[in-house]
């Protein structure tokens, strides 16, 4: 095989993988591939892709205020994305309302992560980081804290499970059944929100996508029954992310670009199989991220 | 005029228990906006009530208000002898356009289990016996086949048995069925129709219908919940088949013709203008 030089296969991968930082990525990785795994089949049947995607831009002045007042970034995170997700959950029930308000509180988070990375001076790499995930630089308190949120986001989705299944797929029913829809509703998007907090930092605000929405997706392709799209999708998005640091190790190039292509292989590939004889109604990525293509980000 | 065979049942009034819905003295608004006022009326149980009206009459708004999901701005609401309840276990609703809403992410026998066990929270298995009354209400419906099948699958009339099944899995005792003709062919309507009779004889159950066009609803009719001038009324179906008070009701002339199998109503012969109602453009129909 050639290979450009700059991307020539480490020889010492194998001792790479043994290294502490990587030991801190495998674990920090596979807690947010089971969270985001676990989230993903919601956020597809309630068409909340573009709010999983503006939670992450959200976060991003979190994230660059963090470095401004020189406080963790991941509280950065987290506080503005669980207060952007509060936001978005009180704001309408009505998909069209909600991406509207969704589409203005992401412009708003945008511009101030932007003012917030220029009077923090934040480096380039600092920002790259944010936008682009970094999990080798994962610390042990990141890790404290993943497993805490982790722990929360699978205890309370066990606990809601079934109303929230019966409020995304069949609201007006689950309403008149007595289901609180509106604050099942809510409470999803503070775990949606604790979820992004923690995959922004895996694969960045930019490749999100990849573990909250594809394993969800391709596992909805294969199968439509719950347990089963459950245990598909959080294999899909932990075989992703450990496959992804694999070859971060053989190859030096960052882990994101890995994690993001394995997941979206997959999905390809399932597409293809799966392709025929199914008419797609539910609509998971309709908007196609338009907004980032003509900037060029900061790389 | 014949009244349908429907009427020549007993109804659940004979047999001494409340009545399906009273309204007494009620105004529904919505934004402070007075959607229709002055509701008094019985419909007794064991009734099947075609509930018609122009659109925004507040049709929809009634079913909201019977499920307890709107309060009334004034009078009282009795349904099946308490007050509206959300969460009634005895009520099954199938939603307007309910299943073009429904997704490809779940299957037929998922989507009718969660109307048993979806308002509950905690972890818990669906038991050996609740997944029988799920076969036993997909069964009833014709749909047994279609359990495994995920609802985008199917074809409009199959949703629809779906949704029906959906709503009687937990012996309701009055069906709520927001248009669930629109969008079937005569075939698929006929057999929804003939399904809704069998359901009512079978299980004496109360069934309210919203429909813009009563003709293929007739055959099981007993009652009419009409919306006029902002006011609902209530009558046998017999005395609502008129031709000045549906030409009133819809706003445009309507003809009611007799036939063998019972009464049709059709529009008049003058032009269309404005959004008819969907019989404009089927003025004959072979029963």
């Known amino acids: 095989m050639t290979r450009p030089a700059a991307i020539a296969v480490q020889p010492d991968w194998l001792e790479i993988l043994q ?27 309630r068409q909340n892709a573009f709010a999983a995607h503006a939670l992450a ?7 660059t205020g963090a470095l401004l007042l020189g406080l963790p970034v991941t509280l950065g995170l987290a506080v503005f994305c669980v207060g952007g997700g ?52 994962i610390s ?56 992004i907090t923690m995959a922004v930092q895996v694969v960045g605000t930019l490749l999100l996508f990849a573990l909250v929405v594809t394993p969800a997706a391709t596992a909805l392709r294969l199968t439509a029954r719950p347990g089963r799209v459950a245990a598909i999708a959080v294999t899909l998005a932990l075989a992703s992310v450990w496959l992804g640091l ?51 980000t900061a790389t | ?77 009795e349904v099946l002898g308490a007050p509206p309840r959300r969460g009634d276990r005895r009520i099954g609703y199938v939603p307007q356009n309910y299943t073009a809403a429904l997704g490809d992410a779940v299957r037929c026998r998922d989507l009718v289990g969660l109307a048993l066990t979806g308002a509950r929270f905690g972890l818990r298995r669906m038991t050996r016996e609740q997944h029988a009354r799920v076969d036993a209400a997909l069964r009833r419906v014709g749909a047994a086949e279609l359990g495994d099948r995920r609802m985008s699958e199917l074809s409009g009339g199959q949703q629809q048995r779906v949704a029906i099944a959906q709503a009687i899995v937990d012996d309701a005792e009055l069906l709520l069925l927001d248009e669930p003709l629109a969008n079937l062919d005569l075939r698929n309507q006929h057999e929804v129709v003939a399904l809704l009779g069998e359901l009512r004889r079978e299980r004496d159950v109360t069934i309210m219908v919203v429909a813009h066009d009563l003709n293929p609803l007739l055959p099981v009719l007993t009652d009419a919940l009409y919306l006029l001038d902002g006011h609902p009324h209530h009558d046998p179906i017999g005395e ?48």
């Open chain 1, 246 to 296: 694999v070859l971060s190790a053989v190859l030096p190039l960052p882990p994101s670009a890995f994690v993001v292509g394995i997941a979206v292989l997959a999905w390809a590939v399932v597409l293809l199989v799966t392709g025929r004889g199914r008419r797609r109604r539910w609509r998971a990525t309709p908007f196609v991220d338009a907004h980032h293509v003509p900037r060029a």
């Open chain 2, 240 to 287: 609502v088949v008129q031709e000045d008070l549906l030409t009133h009701l819809y706003g445009t002339p309507v003809r009611v013709v007799r036939t063998a199998q019972g009464d049709l109503f059709t529009r008049g012969a003058l032009p269309a203008r404005g959004t008819p109602s969907p019989t404009a453009d089927r003025p004959e129909r072979a029963s």
């Open chain 1, 19 to 45: 290294a502490p930082f990587m030991r801190n990525a495998f674990l920090g990785g596979s807690l947010v591939a089971l969270a985001a795994g676990l989230l993903g089949f919601f956020v597809v049947t």
């Open chain 1, 86 to 137: 509060l936001l978005i959950g009180l704001s309408g029930a009505r998909v069209a309302d909600r991406e509207i308000t969704t589409g203005t509180v992401l412009a708003a988070a945008t511009g101030l992560g932007v003012l917030f990375a220029s009077l923090a001076g934040a480096t380039a790499g600092a920002t790259t980081s944010v936008l682009f995930g970094n999990l080798l630089a």
């Open chain 1, 140 to 195: 042990s308190g990141q890790l404290r804290l993943f497993a805490v949120f982790t722990a929360l986001v699978v205890l309370v989705l066990a606990w809601i499970a079934r109303p929230l299944a019966f409020a995304s797929v069949d609201p007006a029913v689950a309403e008149a059944r007595g289901v609180p829809v509106r604050a099942l509703g809510v409470g999803f998007v503070v775990l949606l929100a604790l979820t």
């Open chain 2, 1 to 77: 005029m014949t009244a349908p065979a429907a009427d020549s049942l007993t109804t659940g009034a004979a047999a001494g228990r409340p009545p399906a819905l009273v309204l007494d003295g009620v105004a529904v608004a919505r934004a402070g906006h007075t959607v229709w006022s002055q509701g008094d009326l019985t419909v007794p149980s064991g009734s099947v009530v075609g509930v018609i009206g122009p659109n925004g009459a507040g049709k929809t708004t009634l079913f909201q208000v019977v499920l307890g999901l709107l309060p009334v701005a004034a009078g009282r609401v």
């Open chain 1, 57 to 63: 831009h959200i976060g991003f002045p979190g994230a």
